[in-house]
């Protein structure tokens, strides 16, 4: 039997206080798929990933999210002067499970211990967050979504700052969890980086195109999805199409 989509989206428009900040979105995401969400600042990305899990309610077409969804949030818009350690961090994701009056147990702790393990932290658990890489610490937001149970985890940029080596790690968690049967979406400005993933949505208020970044992410698409703001310089296979660089 086929496996059914995680996600499965069509005709969707969502936004705030009556106006619709993205339009005519249909896609959907197997267990097991990565899938790039590429596009400007502004061009809703956020709202999007809002709608996905449960903020923001559809304001057109249908939305339909088959699994518990992990957030990982940007790094860089998190507390890290607020002295928590990285166990910490990732018990926190049993906090959406708990009833209100339950702080995490010991069950909680060793889940979300065990979640560090699976990341490559576990001799880390016990440092303090803020003072972990940016790498490191997207690490631990990852397991902290693991705890949440996740088959859908939804992750914000999570490559901003990172050098080399800790985004080269990253993507190889992310490759090795979609191995294991869950469904990825990575909101990017990176093209590049989304061309190696196995779908890619470009949003710019509105949907621009789905599908294999081969096969869609060309010129036209690009100066759909970013304006006239596309820079061409000469590459090896005649030209590298670049987005603008992006400030946060």
């Not at 559809?58 to 957030?71: E, F, I, K, Q, W």
């Not at 869609?216 to 698409?221: G, I, S």
């Amino acid at each position: 039997m086929p496996a059914e989509p995680l996600i499965e989206a069509a005709g969707l428009g969502a936004g705030y206080d009556g106006t619709l900040a993205i339009s005519d979105v249909s896609f959907s995401l197997l267990p097991g798929q990565r899938l790039a969400l590429l596009g400007p600042n502004g061009g809703g990305k956020t709202t999007l990933l809002r709608a996905l899990i449960g903020e923001l309610r559809p304001a057109a077409g249908t939305l339909g999210v088959n699994a518990r969804c992990g957030t990982v949030p940007q790094t860089e818009r998190s507390r890290l002067d607020y002295p928590v350690s990285a166990l910490d961090v990732a018990t926190m994701g049993t906090l959406s499970r708990l009833p209100w009056w339950r702080r995490p147990g010991r069950r909680d702790r060793e889940a979300a211990a065990r979640a560090l393990e699976r990341v490559g932290l576990g001799a880390l658990a016990g440092e303090t967050f803020g003072k972990l890489s940016g790498g490191q610490r997207q690490r631990v937001l990852i397991a902290r979504g693991l705890v949440q149970e996740a088959r859908i985890l939804l992750l914000d940029e999570p490559f901003t700052g990172l050098d080399r080596p800790s985004a080269q790690g990253l993507e190889d968690l992310i490759a090795e969890l979609a191995g294991e049967g869950r469904a990825v979406v990575i909101a990017t400005h990176d093209l590049e980086q989304a061309r190696h993933w196995d779908l890619v949505l470009c949003l710019n208020k509105r949907q621009v195109t789905f599908g294999d970044p081969a096969q869609v992410l060309d010129l036209a698409v690009l100066e759909a999805t970013y304006g006239g703001a596309i820079v061409e310089i000469p590459g090896s296979d005649g030209k590298c199409i670049l987005p603008p660089h992006h400030h946060h």
